[in-house]
Every structure is written in C-alpha cells, then in structure tokens.
C-alpha cells in the first residue's frame, strides 16, 4: 500500500459521529461460520465494550478489524476505520494506521526486561514514554526487572504500555483483566480508564464490574450476530437482560 492509500483510509468524513464502522461482518474459519453478519460502530472517544458468552467470537471480531484471520478461514463485509475501508488491508498497515492492539495472552518477552520490551515496542523516533510512564509509574520502576517475574497485572501493564508509546486512533484491547486478582483488576480499570482518556477502545471484557466502571457503549454477540447494542449502564441495569445475554448475573459483578 503506497502512503497516499494509508492516508486515504484513515481520513475522518466530516460529521461522522464514530470512528470505525463495521458492518455486516462474517467470518468463516476452519468451516465454522463464527460471525453471522455482525455490524456495530465503535465511538470516537471512550470505551465501547464488546461483550458475550464464552466462545461467542468477540476475539474473533477482534482479530478481524486487525486482519488477523487465520489463513484457514475468511472474513467477509465491511470495516471502516474513519470512513475507509479498511477490511482486507493487511495488519502492518493497519497498525501503522493508528489501530493499536493488546492481546489476551499479554505477549510480553519474559527474558527481556521491562525497557527492553518497551524499547522494542517503538515505532515513532519520539515514543510518548511521558504518557506510559504517566499511566503505568511501576514501569518506570521495574525498568530493569525481567518481564516473565513481573505478576500478571504488571505484564499487562506493560503489554498496554508497549501499545500507548506509540500513537494511535482506535485501542483494541482483549480481555485485560482475565485471571487477575480482584485488587489488580482494579488497578488495570484505572489505568485503562485514564489510557481512554488519551485515545477510544474497542474492549473485549468478561468482567461486569470492570464494564460498569468503564463502558460508554456496550455491543453483545449471540449466536454470531450482535444481540442488543446500546448504553453500557442500560444493560447492566437490567438484570434480567444480562443474565439472558451473558449468563451471569450483573448485581454479581462477574
Ligand atoms: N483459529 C481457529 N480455528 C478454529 N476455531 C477457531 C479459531 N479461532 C476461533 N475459533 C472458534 O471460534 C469461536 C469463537 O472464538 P473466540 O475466541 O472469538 O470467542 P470469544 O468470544 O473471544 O471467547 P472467550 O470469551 O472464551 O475468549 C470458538 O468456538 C473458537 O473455538
């Protein structure tokens, strides 16, 4: 893709209120028909959370809007990131086009230290070391420490602070706070809470307490399609609602 093409699908239609649009999404993998034709926009500041049932396919959605579908399978239908199409453009340009991603399983390289994964992580000659530091102090810290010593909560600061050094118009972030302690998903809402500030996300999270905490708007998959897209509040006000959509029970938190 030439620059002027990275430009052009990045461009932001004037009086567009979101900031990625996706619309009729289909993916296909290993002759699974996963997602069913799932459409649903995503804010252009603060959190959108996408949220279902266990293996529904919210990483899948995910990994699509990234193009990171598997080469056993196919996604069909249309992503715009600010009004460009951006499905089918392959992952490196599109993380060179402002689409950040936090993995579920952190990634974070347990041999090298903490800078050093940082260090790797840049993209830019002026990484924003001031926001991530800001963010996340017990990296600055833990600088030296190896990252496979750092707990859970840690790596997924740093995964998170690997991802905010550089810049970047949409976050997506796949569950941050899956197997953490109950006092380090706190600390992880905050920091997420506060990174929102600086830049949108698409979140993927299982975690009721955090989604109330953090959510604008809320988007649930069922059965490959979305089920009910509207205020986060507004879902997790109606027990009844939550606990047919997701199973669990939302006074519960989890
Ligand atoms: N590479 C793959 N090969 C085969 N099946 C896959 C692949 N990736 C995902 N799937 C299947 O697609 C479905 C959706 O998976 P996905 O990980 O997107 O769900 P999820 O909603 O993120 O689940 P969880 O909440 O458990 O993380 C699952 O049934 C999963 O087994």
Redesign the pocket.
């Known amino acids: 893709m030439t620059a002027a093409e990275e430009r052009t699908f990045v461009a932001t239609p004037a009086g567009s209120a979101s900031l990625l649009q996706v619309e009729n999404l289909s993916v296909r993998?290993?002759g699974?028909h996963?997602l069913q034709g799932v459409s649903f926009e995503v804010a252009a500041s603060g959190v959108t959370v996408l949220l279902?049932r266990?293996?529904?396919?919210?990483?899948?959605?995910l990994r699509a809007i990234l193009g990171l579908t598997?080469r056993?399978?196919a996604a069909t239908g249309s992503i715009r990131l600010g009004g460009g199409e951006i499905l089918g453009k392959p992952t490196h340009a599109l993380v060179k086009a402002g689409l950040g991603f936090v993995p579920?399983d952190r990634c974070v390289f347990a041999g090298l230290t903490v800078a050093e994964n940082l260090r790797l992580a840049e993209r830019t000659d002026t990484p924003d070391y001031d926001l991530v530091f800001g963010l996340f102090p017990e990296l600055s810290k833990r600088a030296k420490q190896r990252a496979g010593s750092l707990s859970g909560g840690q790596q997924q600061m740093l995964s998170l602070g690997r991802v905010l050094l550089n810049p970047n118009k949409l976050l997506l972030i796949d569950?941050p706070t899956k197997g953490l302690a109950p006092k380090v998903v706190t600390e992880v809402a905050e920091a997420l809470e506060r990174a929102a500030q600086a830049v949108p996300v698409l979140l993927?999270e299982?975690n009721l307490a955090v989604v109330r905490r953090l959510a604008g708007d809320a988007v649930v998959i069922a059965a490959g399609q979305v089920a009910w897209t509207g205020p986060g509040e507004e879902l997790l006000a109606d027990p009844a609602l939550t606990k047919s959509l997701l199973a669990v029970n939302a006074a519960g938190g989890h």
Do not use: H, M, R
């Not at 266990?54 to 959605?61: A, D, E, L, R």
């Open positions: 993998i290993a699974l996963i279902g266990n293996g529904v396919g919210k990483s899948t959605t598997p056993n399978g579920e569950e993927v299982q």
